[in-house]
């Protein structure tokens, strides 16, 4: 039972990652202009969905990258540094028209050289990087440029450091060893042709860092693995969809239609199944082209920032439900006729450029039944950010071409593949319910931000109940729609699905009476979220007090854990009680976060530390509430006006911990200092209470 529960919440799976950030980093180079210039080359390598900002930035918004170099007689600057051309964007977070570079962006810095002696010249960058979701703080990385001596042959060398500047004159132990490192080099390479250049590039010494540059760089590995992880969820799912979607009137047809063609028409059995690969491989470049539109139109990460947007959220339910209605039989979503007829004359053509033709063609004749699916799913992925909406495209095409390439080369399987019928609209219909049931988890997340509480667990709960009881019962035959074919008898195999779907309603049932539901965790508001807390016709509980034994300014949290949503009234607390603090930040919509709560959280040794050992702060990044006037200010860390109490508690998280996904852990003494590192989604109870109880252990 729980497998297949599980395996129809695939369907609506939504992951929250919780990382460190290190995006950005640096090579430099020289490179030879002329006979007296020469070019100092900085290059910034940036990850994918990260933005550097120009050197020219409207105030009020990011710190701009900025270059400073010391002067000595040795040389002498010529002009400013050179940036990149990079993209002129509407910027969501700073609310303003701003110049960025991805990827890659190389600056330049003409000098003129004035001495034949070895010299250094001396400089640093200063930059902060963002993406859709958040800025990391500024950051300045120190460069170091040689000059050897001028003889007969001279070298420039270039070392990206993070050391301060020595402004003494005296060679550091950095400098010393890069310079030890290129000494054979700078002995023996002549530059004598224009544009002849030297890379030397050092590696980085975090030794100047405090001990949070280890976390940082500790915290993005596993960051990777978790964005691996996601991308793979998102192909997984994806291919489901895909797998469904060949299930549907406007797909399943083809099969045998198509696959037949390629093998009466070629001269050879070869030549067929050549082509029906070459079909089957269009599918998945159109697809993917399709999902590299979405990734080029909106950036690597532009949605990714909108998971916890009311306006998002509410415009994808509004367009799940149309989704929904079309595939239950209300309307068609159809793409214009003449760009079928259009495409279906040039696969007349024959040839490579005709299968491509019929495969476009295919993409635009089952646009009915593909469409809401394809749409699903590029909301879900392009909510991911990065490279999950081409990652998605790719599973789904995938589903859609392997049969037209198997059933090709073994075209005797084509007598094993069920008639068309009735079954294919049935497929269509329980798609329609899945998507009705998945709209509603988008306007759940706009209510949870606003905290309008109209939308509240039992709501929820008795939505969903409706909407899989409405399927069990469709199922079961007593409920018909259109398109629907007449249904003499229930087949084995829709029975079954039908038993499944109310089990799974009778599942949801004993959740408006506080049933925790773990399989379905982070899908509904959590438990506190709700008219009564503790369930219908409980309204005080039985593991915590009444509220009036309450910690001034405190809350019962998830579990009845005593908790605080402001940092410096639980600080307080904490001190009076002489208690370690866990600081939880979190989000009103953040999956994952209600996933901790309701599956890691309840253990009995995790929630026994929570309520008695520890006092919890919990942090809403997305809190929409407006600061006082007297409270708002400008962050020095992302320069942006910090105006709500989410604002503030992200703009908090960013400065002191260099984080900005949730959930995401740290516990500190009632001093504020750090007891272990922090730590993120961890479904592991294990490893969590280990988590908790190595800060218990050095707060002692």
Known sequence: ????????????????????????????????????????????????????????????????????????DNYALKGEVIEPEGHVIDDPIFEMEIKYFSDKATFKQIIERKSQGAFQIKGSVEFMVCNDESCLPPTQKNVVFKFSKLNNTEVASAADLDEEPNTDGETTDSEKSVEQDKESVEENISPQVSGDMVDAVAKTDNSAEDANEDTITTEEVDGESENSESLWSIFILSFL???????????????????????????????????????????????????SVVTGIFGADAL???????????????????????????????????????????????????????????????????????????VEAASKGGIAPIVGMLGFSTAIALPF?????????????????????????????LELALAFKFLSNADLVLQLHLLERE?????????????????????????????????????????????????????????????????????QYSESPYGVGNSKGSISGPAEELPPNAELGPLDIVMFKDYEEGMAYAKSQNKPVMLDFTGYACVNCRKMEERVWPDPQVSQVLKNDVVLISLYVDDKKELPEEEKYVSETTGKEIETIGNKWSDFQIKNYKANAQPYYVLIDNEGNNLNKPTAYDPDIESYLGWLQEGLENYK
């Open 405 to 433: 390439a198997l059933f090709a080369a073994f075209p005797g399987w084509l007598n094993s593949l069920p008639k068309s019928g009735g079954w294919l609209n049935t497929v269509k219909v329980v798609l329609g319910f």
């Open 304 to 378: 990714n920032a909108l998971s916890t947007n009311v306006w998002f959220n509410v415009i994808f339910f509004i367009l799940l439900i149309f989704f929904a209605f079309s595939f239950l039989g209300a309307f068609e979503i159809m793409l214009p006729n003449s760009w079928a007829n259009k495409i279906d004359s040039q696969a007349d053509r024959g040839g490579i450029v005709g299968i491509f033709f019929m495969a476009l063609a295919l993409a635009i004749v089952s646009f009915s039944c593909t469409g809401p699916i394809v749409g699903t799913l590029l």
């Open 459 to 527: 709501t929820f709960l008795a939505i969903w109940i409706a909407v899989f009881a409405g399927l069990a019962l469709y199922l079961f035959g007593k409920i018909t729609l259109p398109h629907d074919s007449p249904l003499p008898h229930i087949s084995v195999g829709r029975l079954t699905l039908g038993l499944l779907t109310l089990a799974f309603v009778v599942y949801l049932i004993p959740g408006l009476w506080g049933a925790p539901l773990q399989w379905i965790s982070g899908f509904p508001p959590p438990m």
């Open 1 to 72: 039972m729980k497998i297949v529960i599980a395996s129809i919440l695939l369907f609506f799976s939504t992951f929250s990652q919780a990382q460190i950030y290190d995006p950005v980093s640096f090579e430099t180079s020289v490179e030879k202009v002329n006979e007296n210039q020469y070019a100092l080359i900085i290059n910034a390598f940036i990850e994918p969905g990260w933005h550097l900002y120009s050197q020219d930035v409207p105030s009020g918004g990011p710190i701009p990258t900025s270059f400073q170099f010391s002067s000595n």
């Open 241 to 291: 969809g895909g797998f469904a979607a060949l299930l549907t009137p406007c797909v399943f047809p083809m099969i045998p239609m198509t696959v037949s063609f390629f093998t009466k028409q070629s001269k050879s059995r070869a030549s067929g199944i050549r082509n029906a690969i070459f079909y089957g491989l269009f599918i998945i470049i159109i697809y993917v082209i399709l999902g």
